[in-house]
């Protein structure tokens, strides 16, 4: 049984994760996560490592744009003159 070298794997993917801001690299290691239950399942390294590649393979798509949604939100406050543009004078004295 190969469980531990996914389980390991699954480790170095979650540090690099760490270590980077792209979660990209998150999906390799949720990958390596579901080869290792499959491992439990079949011997067979072939079939863990398709189960690794097509995880990975589909999970990166379908959850970039949700994820790119609640990390790319720009809260950022205009200060100094950045706070000024497109306000208007008012000089009714």
């Known amino acids: 049984m190969q ?4 389980l390991i794997a699954a480790g170095i993917f979650f540090i ?5 801001t792209g979660f990209l ?6 990958g390596s996560i579901l080869a290792m239950c499959t491992s439990f399942i079949t011997d ?11 995880s990975s393979v589909i999970l990166i ?4 744009p ?6 790319d939100k ?3 406050v ?11 004078r008012n000089c009714n004295k």
């Open 3 to 6: 469980w531990y070298l996914w």
């Open 16 to 20: 690099i994760e760490i270590a980077t």
């Open 25 to 30: 690299i998150f999906w390799l290691g949720v």
């Open 44 to 54: 067979s390294i072939l079939i863990q490592t398709a189960v690794f590649v097509i």
């Open 61 to 64: 798509p379908l959850t970039k």
């Open 66 to 71: 949700l994820v790119k949604k609640f990390i």
């Open 74 to 76: 720009d809260d950022s």
């Open 78 to 88: 205009a200060t100094n003159a950045y706070g000024l543009i497109g306000k208007i």
